[in-house]
């Protein structure tokens, strides 16, 4: 499974970033968010545009994989 990283990242640049992945990766990823929680809305809100769905990862917090069913 691709793993992204976004630390580093600035919160307007993750949006053109997921989108890119949203559209070109394969299904499911994981994205490292760490613990920002306005990262993690960022990556919902462009997981949505895509009809896809967010979840995290169990056991590490700030992880979140995004993926095609709930």
Do not use: W
């Amino acid at each position: 499974m691709k793993v992204v990283d976004l630390h580093g990242l600035r919160h307007r640049d993750v949006y053109g970033a997921l989108e890119k992945l949203c559209t070109e990766e394969d299904i499911p990823f994981v994205v490292i968010t760490g613990n920002s929680s306005s990262m993690k809305r960022i990556v919902a809100e462009v997981a949505k545009i895509f009809n896809l769905y967010v979840r995290e990862q169990l056991g590490n917090t700030g992880r979140v994989v995004i993926c095609e069913s709930r």
